[in-house]
């Protein structure tokens, strides 16, 4: 099969590509930055703007599968996350939707249509929640600056389904990985004794292991019956004081020092919501399908990647 991915070379991505190298697909990666991308061998950078239409389209002509990861990182790329300035939030939104209709320009120009675009998302959607409400598929969008983003960024692929191009679209949770993303960063104040939650820590955090992750896109690609939103989340998350605890237990460390939400806020502005609220978000939809988990539940999830 070929493959199409934007953002290959993103956290994601590059153990999306490493999962499903074995099977010998031809995987085509389309970056800002082809010659420093230093990919699995098995993936071919092609450089794109993800702004224009240009020469990597003629790829997606006759191309099997689209996975559309692209966009600038949320919480930046830094130790520290990066506050969320007025020109960072643009960035956010307009890198996600630019991607996602010139992505969608080219199919509609593809003589032969891809089979199915999975399109990355997030459960920002559902908005930051500080209430216990279980959220599936069909919980309504919240109204905060992520869900914003969000429900723009879906709604750019929407029209791939009226090209005949089956659709699913990957509400992604917290991604739990020993390589990036968030876990490298929690596990900075637990390695100096320092750990605990953060605020009062019943917030949820609706985590999912890379490798489930990657399992789960894989699924989203070969399942034809898997079109529209999927929560791509474990089915035990857990509030911001039992992953302290759990991930305390498992280093060995103590998790009874919460930092103190006013001093996220102070240090973080507006981007503090990420870490101060969340989403009760189980993968029902996923679960129906039959999708099995490797890690369902926290501890054995960061007993392996740590
Ligand atoms: N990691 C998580 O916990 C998580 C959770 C929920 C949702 N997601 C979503 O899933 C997607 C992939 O996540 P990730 O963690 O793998 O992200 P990542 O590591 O930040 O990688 C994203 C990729 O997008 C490309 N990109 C960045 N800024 C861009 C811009 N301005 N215009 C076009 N492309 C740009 C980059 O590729 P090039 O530099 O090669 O162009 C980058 O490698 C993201 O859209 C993210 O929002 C991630």
């Known amino acids: 099969m070929r493959i199409i991915i934007t953002g290959g070379t993103g956290?994601?991505?590059?153990?999306?590509i490493r999962w499903l190298s074995p099977a010998?697909?031809?995987i085509i990666v389309l970056s800002r930055h082809p010659g420093r991308a230093n990919l699995p061998h098995a993936a071919l950078p092609v450089f794109w703007d993800g702004i224009n239409v240009g020469d990597w389209a003629r790829l997606v002509d006759g191309a099997d599968v689209v996975v559309n990861l692209a966009g600038e990182n949320i919480a930046g790329t830094g130790a520290i996350p990066a506050q969320w300035t007025k020109a960072r939030k643009r960035r956010i939104l307009e890198s996600r939707v630019n991607a996602t209709n010139v992505l969608v320009?080219?199919?509609?120009?593809?003589?032969?249509?891809p089979k199915v675009l999975v399109q990355g998302s997030a459960v920002g959607y559902?908005?930051?929640?500080?209430?216990?409400?279980?959220?599936?598929?069909?919980?309504?969008?919240?109204?905060?600056?992520?869900?914003?983003?969000?429900?723009?960024?879906?709604a750019a692929s929407k029209p791939v389904e009226e090209m005949g191009v089956r659709l699913a679209i990957a509400r992604t949770g917290l991604v739990l990985s020993a390589t990036g993303?968030?876990?490298?960063?929690?596990?900075?104040?637990?390695?100096?004794?320092?750990?605990?939650?953060?605020?009062?820590g019943r917030q949820w955090w609706p985590w999912i292991h890379i490798r489930d992750e990657v399992?789960?896109?894989?699924?989203?690609?070969m399942e034809e019956?898997?079109?529209?939103?999927?929560?791509?989340?474990?089915?035990?998350?857990?509030?911001?004081?039992?992953?302290?605890?759990i991930l305390g237990k498992v280093m060995g460390r103590p998790a009874f020092l919460?930092?103190?939400?006013?001093?996220?806020?102070?240090?973080?502005?507006?981007?503090?919501?990420?870490l101060l609220k969340g989403q009760r978000v189980v993968p029902k939809r996923l679960l129906e399908l039959g999708f099995q988990f490797e890690f369902p539940d926290l501890e054995p999830a960061l007993r392996d990647l740590l």
């Open 126 to 154: 559902y908005g930051g929640r500080l209430d216990d409400v279980v959220l599936d598929e069909s919980a309504p969008p919240g109204d905060d600056f992520l869900a914003d983003v969000v429900v723009h960024w879906e």
């Open 215 to 221: 399992r789960a896109l894989a699924f989203l690609m």
């Open 258 to 274: 919460s930092a103190p939400a006013f001093a996220l806020r102070a240090g973080l502005g507006e981007m503090a919501d990420l």
């Open 24 to 26: 010998g697909h031809e």
């Open 105 to 113: 320009s080219a199919m509609a120009q593809a003589q032969t249509k």
């Open 181 to 200: 993303g968030s876990l490298p960063r929690t596990l900075t104040p637990f390695k100096f004794f320092l750990g605990g939650p953060l605020g009062h």
């Open 225 to 245: 019956r898997a079109s529209g939103p999927f929560n791509l989340t474990a089915p035990n998350p857990v509030t911001n004081r039992e992953f302290a605890l």
């Open 11 to 16: 956290l994601i991505g590059r153990a999306l």
